[in-house]
């Protein structure tokens, strides 16, 4: 499965890699990347029971702010 989600906060490569590192403990994550410049996450998963606000907890957790819809 594939998502995108929005990110605002994110000013750099290091701020890419603390959110890709949050998502990636999450279990079932298999790819995650991060585009300050695109303000935006996306995430390979396979685990069914993972949900948005799974991977928006995840980023808030890193004192980003995760733009939900």
Do not use: W
Not at 10 to 16: A, G, K, L, N, S
Not at 53 to 64: L, P
């Amino acid at each position: 499965m594939k998502i995108q989600i929005q990110v605002d906060g994110m000013t750099c490569r290091h701020c890419e890699m603390s959110v890709e590192k949050a998502i990636k403990e999450l279990p079932g994550v298999e790819e995650v990347h991060a585009s300050h410049i695109e303000k935006k996450v996306e995430i390979i998963y396979n685990n069914p029971q993972l949900t948005k606000d799974d991977f928006y907890q995840a980023v808030e957790e890193t004192g980003y702010i995760p733009i939900k819809d």
